[in-house]
């Protein structure tokens, strides 16, 4: 409506343009359902128990990029659009084309490094080709990237097999809601080593492909691991003032 109003009002400018409020209607910020700790190894162990019946690429090419969207935070568009040459397993990097045609290098883990050299050998063998523009994660036609539907669908059977309750359309858990899972965890990894999450913070908004922190500051929630961490060091800190009581 307000988007004719402002095409009519060139040609009669007493048009009436509604604001933007205009209707009263307001979204609500979705749920965001963060993966525990115990949940992240379950899901993670469900990653590699895929049932037999599904076809390669769901088995392993969407099992290796759900792995990855959660030990790396990476967006979902950003671990489908990783080509081949973006992946370089020798020095354990990965180039990655973010939001707003941005690129960074994201360093990871050396086991999960060898995990991917793993999948790599196996794709190879299964399309017999590896051209440095063909998908990291490909569909069956080994070139193009697999669909974000079809991921979203072994990222159901995932949950179901780790046993993780998925709560309806717009309650998540989502797939996005890997990368918050991984923002809170490392997180929580952090806190519990008694680092200075003064400087580790910034660190953090750089390797999701942040330019500062309150970007960042949307990923942190306080879950029930993170309170637990967090009573355990307060009470560490400040135990001569705190005397328990018998009731």
Known sequence: MRQMARFLISEEPRTFVPSTRFLGIHRRSPVIRVLSREEACRFLDACDHLPPTFSFARRVVHSA????????????????????QDVDLNQ??????????????????ADL??????????????????????????????????????LYK?????????????????????LHELRHSFAVLRLLSWYESNVDLGTKLPLLATYLGHVGMTTSQVYLHMTQDFVGEVIRRQVNRFSDLITEVSL
């Open 92 to 109: 354990s990097m990965l180039t990655v084309r973010g939001k707003f045609g941005k690129t960074r290098f994201v360093p990871i883990a």
């Open 154 to 174: 072994s990222f159901r059977c995932v949950l179901h097999i780790a046993g993780i309750e998925h709560r309806g359309r717009g309650k998540g858990p989502r």
């Open 113 to 150: 490094s060898k995990r991917l050299q793993d999948y790599r050998k196996m794709v190879m063998g299964q399309f017999k080709s590896n051209r440095p523009n063909d998908a990291f994660f490909p569909c069956p036609d080994g070139h193009r990237p697999i669909l974000r539907k079809s």
């Open 65 to 84: 990029a759900l792995r990855l969207m959660l030990l790396t935070g990476l967006r979902c568009g950003e671990t489908l659009s990783l080509r081949s």
